[in-house]
């Protein structure tokens, strides 16, 4: 019989609503009933995604003895952390400080109250490698709740006081300038893998946002030294197992230093973080490698993420079924000589096992191989190249495909719309445009209501329940400010300028700090604060960018004052800790270069306005804004006493609403930036 969770919209959630554990969904009315019972509540928290959370869910859950345990003698609450990443922070945050490290599922023991006391990731079903049993945890919190009552709760009590007593030192005055920018690096430099690309060393994760900063680094300074860290990691990434040499697309992250066997997991911000470094890597090089991975993950995107309602589900999971019935990692990707042959035929099967570093012994698991695309040549016969390729990717979708959690998450959508607005308006595909544009849509019709707030998912267009957070609000403007770019259309500024105006007013602290929820949202025991980008830009990282772009559309003094009071924290971690802060480096770079403001004035159907235009959007000054529009347009303050010169369509450019003359000729334009 279905739990309490078969009413969430959280693919995560429902996954778990057949379990013989009597879950419940974090709210008020369990902790009332732990309290009536007066029991401890088992806290576990996951994703959908995540492949620990699906073995313990096996091993443990699905387990009729433990479950009845649990039951018993505790108050069970599951918890999506994508859903509710203010949960999810505030207690890991604990587990981090009690064992020095975290992970997912994380399973957390709290008091009624909410306070924890006993904390850990997974558990195995039986003692290994020096672990306890799920079993032997859950007993020994049972015994210490019934006979050690009040070490429990002084246990309880330290940990709610020292997570209170948390502050931020985010640097005090002043804004990151030239100094922290060159020593982060110099950090970067020292944590570079000459080898392989990349930084430190296994498991890999794609760096997306320390590559933005690189990217805009070169971008503003010429240091070729930047440049070549960001193309060698690019490039590096894009040959081997962690992108999808097929379908397109990044797994989460590389097991090995060199980027062969990936944790297979797809997710939505992934993607579009390394659609958008990859196509702004071509515009820093005209590079062929980057402008066809900035395309195939866009096409990614559209093909295997993209909802019915038009918006972009979250994640791909790493298993499926190998065909034996049995739920395998990597099943769906991976391939053996024998399997390419069958497909292939032997000539063709020899060809692609070469190209694509098949090998007897296998790469991955049980003699079966990662694609990558190990030699720097181009292959002898890019035709034949291209039918081997299609002939697999047919027939890989002939296998059980891997399961996908179908919400929609504001932030990463928001994500999302900014790559595919600037991919498409950059390799002229407009369809991406047109598909970035209905996910805003979906943003504007179910997450936002009436006075702009912001909730954080949905699924099958119906809007959850959880509040949105500062990454949403952030990252959803950050989206519409690059889809108010590219279509010229000014009411995309306009919903950025509604959000941002929220963060000012609910998410902002003493100092220029930023709080990851709103002043009136759900009270925990701690209110989350995280500066550091870690898979996705932290909220206040990126609230500091959109902040920073909108106040140079608008001239809005109080939302620059905001973003150079958030990049205080850049300059205190940017030396110290860069891969940490990337995308806060690379908010950093756009202030330091103004950013500069871009606005072309013509008729759009004019070729010669639609060439200037296009010139500005390949510009890379960093974090640079572009108005486009009819002269004197009432959508874009940039417009505003912008004439044509002797009739033509003109570009002008500024910096701190100061312009130099403007131009005519699309050459003189690309010097000027």
């Avoid at 060393?201 to 680094?217: D, I, T, V, W, Y």
């Avoid at 997991?265 to 820093?284: G, I, P, Q, S, T």
């Avoid at 809007?463 to 403007?477: F, K, M, P, R, S």
Wanted: proline share 6%.
């Amino acid at each position: 019989m279905p739990n309490r969770l078969a009413h969430e919209t959280s693919p995560y959630l429902l996954q778990h609503a057949d379990n013989p554990v009597d879950w419940w969904p974090w709210s008020a009315e369990a902790f009332e009933e732990a309290r009536r019972r007066d029991v401890p509540v088992l806290l576990s928290v996951g994703y959908s995604s995540c492949h620990w959370c699906h073995v313990m869910a096996h091993e443990s859950f699905e387990d009729d003895t433990t479950a009845a345990l649990v039951n018993d003698h505790f108050v069970a609450v599951k918890v999506d952390r994508e859903e509710r990443p203010d949960v999810d922070a505030v207690y890991m945050e604990a587990v981090q400080a009690a064992t020095g490290q975290g992970g997912w599922p994380m399973t957390v023991f709290l008091t009624p109250d909410a306070a924890p006391f006993y904390f850990g990731t997974y558990f195995p079903p039986e003692p290994r490698h020096g672990m306890p049993s799920f079993p032997e945890v859950l007993e020994g919190v049972k015994d210490a709740w019934a006979g050690r009552r009040e070490e429990v709760a002084e246990v309880a009590d330290r940990i709610v006081k020292d997570l209170a007593g948390r502050s931020l030192a985010y640097g005090g005055d002043g804004v990151p300038g030239e100094k922290e920018l060159a020593q982060a690096l110099l950090a970067l430099t020292r944590e570079y893998d000459a080898t392989r690309g990349g930084f430190g060393g296994a498991p890999k994760f794609p760096p997306s946002m320390a590559l933005e900063f690189l990217l805009r680094h070169h971008a503003r300074t010429e240091s070729e030294g930047a440049l070549q860290m960001a193309a060698d990691t690019c490039e590096a990434m894009a040959r081997g197992g962690i992108y999808d040499q097929l379908g397109g697309g990044f797994a989460r992250y590389a097991v090995d230093r060199a980027w062969v066997v990936p944790h297979f997991e797809k997710m939505l911000y992934d993607n579009a973080l390394l659609c958008r470094v990859y196509a702004h890597l071509w515009k820093a090089t005209g590079s062929d490698l980057a402008r066809r991975v900035a395309l195939e993950t866009a096409d990614f995107l559209v093909r295997e993420l993209r909802t019915p309602e038009g918006g972009f589900a979250s994640a791909l999971d790493a298993d499926s079924d190998d065909g034996t019935g049995r739920h395998v990692e990597g099943a769906y990707y991976v391939w053996t000589p024998e399997q390419l042959a069958e497909v292939l035929g032997a000539e063709d099967a020899a060809l692609a096992a070469a190209h694509y570093g098949v090998t007897e012994d296998g790469t991955f698991e049980h003699g079966s191989s990662v694609l990558q695309l190990p030699q720097q040549a181009g292959p002898a016969d890019a035709g034949r190249i291209a039918s081997i390729a299609a002939r697999l990717l047919a027939a890989r979708e002939e296998r059980e495909r891997p399961g996908r959690d179908d919400k929609i998450v504001a932030a990463w959508n928001g994500l999302a719309i900014a790559a595919l607005s600037e991919t498409g308006a950059l390799f002229d595909r407009p369809d991406l445009i047109e598909r970035a544009t209905e996910a805003a849509d979906l943003l504007v019709r179910v997450h936002m209501d009436e006075t702009a707030r912001l909730t954080r998912t949905s699924k099958d267009g119906r809007a959850g329940t959880n509040a949105g957070v500062l990454e949403d609000y952030a990252d959803v403007a950050e989206g519409f400010l690059a889809l108010a770019a590219v279509t010229g259309e000014g009411a995309w500024l306009e919903f950025a300028g509604f959000l941002l105006d929220l963060v000012l007013d609910r998410f902002t602290a003493e100092g220029g700090a930023l709080y990851d929820t709103a002043h009136d949202a759900e009270t925990l025991i701690r209110r989350p604060q995280d500066p550091t980008d870690n898979a996705t830009p932290s909220g206040w990282t990126a609230a500091a960018g959109a902040l920073l772009s909108y106040a140079a559309h608008t001239g809005s003094e109080a939302h620059r004052a905001a973003a150079e009071g958030a990049l205080g924290v850049v300059k205190a971690l940017g030396p110290r800790a860069p891969r940490f802060i990337g995308w806060g480096l690379a908010v950093a770079e756009a202030l330091l270069d103004g950013p500069r403001e871009i606005a072309v004035v013509g008729d759009p159907a004019d070729p010669a306005f639609q060439e200037l235009r296009r010139t500005a959007l390949a510009a890379t000054p960093p974090g640079a804004v572009l108005a486009t529009g009819a002269p004197g347009g009432e959508e874009f303050p940039l417009l505003k006493d912008r004439p044509l010169v002797a009739g033509a369509p003109a570009a002008y450019v500024c910096r701190h609403f100061t312009c130099d003359a403007p131009v005519t000729d699309p050459a003189e334009l690309r010097r000027k930036l």
